[in-house]
């Protein structure tokens, strides 16, 4: 498993850009993808932004255009550039990495503790 610490969440107003950093405590080249995924109170937590070992973004509609994910192999920290940030953007955001298994054959989801991001409109 990977141990990951998130930090760069706050208050922001709408409009404005934030920064999140995940790091992780392994080599990120070893993990398969990474990724962003968020909480609203009373909703699920949904996938914002990932990032695979090769290279390969996806992100969710709802934030095309407006957030960037990429990584610093030298730190092993994947970042999440947060631009044009509306109130529905406001949740709990969660780091993500998944790693493959060999013992179970199948990918090992780890998570951080979270960081929160507040939109005042």
């Known amino acids: 498993q990977v141990q990951l610490v998130e930090s760069g969440g706050g208050l922001v107003q709408a409009g404005g850009s934030l920064r999140l950093s995940c790091a992780a405590s392994?080599?990120?080249?070893?993990?398969?993808?990474m990724g962003w995924y968020r909480q609203a109170p009373g909703n699920q937590r949904d996938m914002v932004a990932a990032?695979?070992?090769?290279?390969?973004?996806n992100y969710a509609d709802s934030v095309k255009g407006r957030f960037t994910i990429f990584r610093d192999s030298d730190k092993n920290t994947v970042y999440l550039q947060m631009n044009d940030i509306k109130p529905e953007d406001a949740a709990v955001y969660y780091c993500?990495?998944?790693?493959?298994?060999?013992?179970?054959?199948?990918?090992?989801?780890?998570w951080g503790q979270g960081t929160q991001v507040t939109v005042s409109s």
């Open positions: 392994r080599c990120i080249f070893i993990i398969t993808t």
């Open positions: 990032l695979s070992r090769g290279g390969s973004t």
């Open positions: 993500n990495a998944k790693t493959w298994d060999s013992s179970r054959l199948s990918l090992l989801n780890s």
